[in-house]
T-cell receptor
């Protein structure tokens, strides 16, 4: 059974520092890996999707890497801002139609 | 803007009293999903539709049912809510193997 783990559960950094968020999964047979952002009391916003054949994906200040063989993905957020404060969740896609198995998330606080 | 809209945003019901929540989408995606998310936990998939084909997760309680009358709309029914069903219910849509688009959720409280 696929298990997705995100460590640490919470992280606080001063504004301007780079953020590094980790995600690990137990089964390398995935279709893709997705990173989401969730603000308090809101739904999830898709940030990046990395297909299983890709090694990384970039969007603006965000960069996500994928190492299927070791079961790891890392989300880098450059030059963090207070507006980046949120919970970040990773999820692996385990079926061709799109079933996602989520991690519990990392809660990030960026202090001014 | 194209989006996923869930109603109501907040719902309060009594123990055992049925509830229904809705999800509508303007993205014309063929896959729709319902997730349950409890506080500080990962979203848990309850079921999904691939077009009109309904797929139930093995551990989704029988208490939970869903309807998808057309491509744009989907409903989640909880027949006899228990205290353990208090959670945020999230609807999402996508094309297969593409990013999922989420609504803002319905927060359910049980008295």
């Amino acid at each position: 059974k696929q298990e997705v783990t995100q460590i640490p559960a919470a992280l606080s950094v001063p504004e301007g520092e780079n953020l590094v968020l980790n995600c690990s999964f137990t089964d390398s047979a995935i279709y893709n890996l997705q990173w989401f952002r969730q603000d308090p009391g809101k739904g999830l916003t898709s940030l990046l999707l990395i297909q299983s054949s890709q090694r990384e994906q970039t969007s603006g200040r965000l960069n996500a890497s994928l190492d299927k063989s070791s079961g790891r993905s890392t989300l880098y957020i450059a030059a963090s801002q207070p507006g980046d404060s949120a919970t970040y969740l990773c999820a692996v896609c385990t079926d061709s139609w799109g079933k996602l198995q989520f991690g519990a998330g990392t809660q990030v606080v960026v202090t001014p | 803007d194209a989006m996923v809209i869930q109603n109501p945003r907040y719902q309060v019901t009594q123990f055992g009293k049925p509830v229904t929540m809705s999800c509508s989408q303007t993205l014309n995606h063929n896959v729709m999903y319902w997730y349950q998310q409890k506080s500080s936990q990962a979203p848990k998939l309850l079921f999904h539709y691939y077009d009109k084909d309904f797929n139930n997760e093995a551990d989704t309680p029988d208490n939970f049912q869903s309807r998808r009358p057309n491509t744009s709309f989907c409903f989640l029914d909880i027949r006899s809510p228990g205290l353990g069903d208090a959670a945020m219910y999230l609807c999402a849509t996508s094309w297969p193997n593409q990013p999922q688009h989420f609504g803002d959720g319905t927060r359910l409280s049980i008295l």
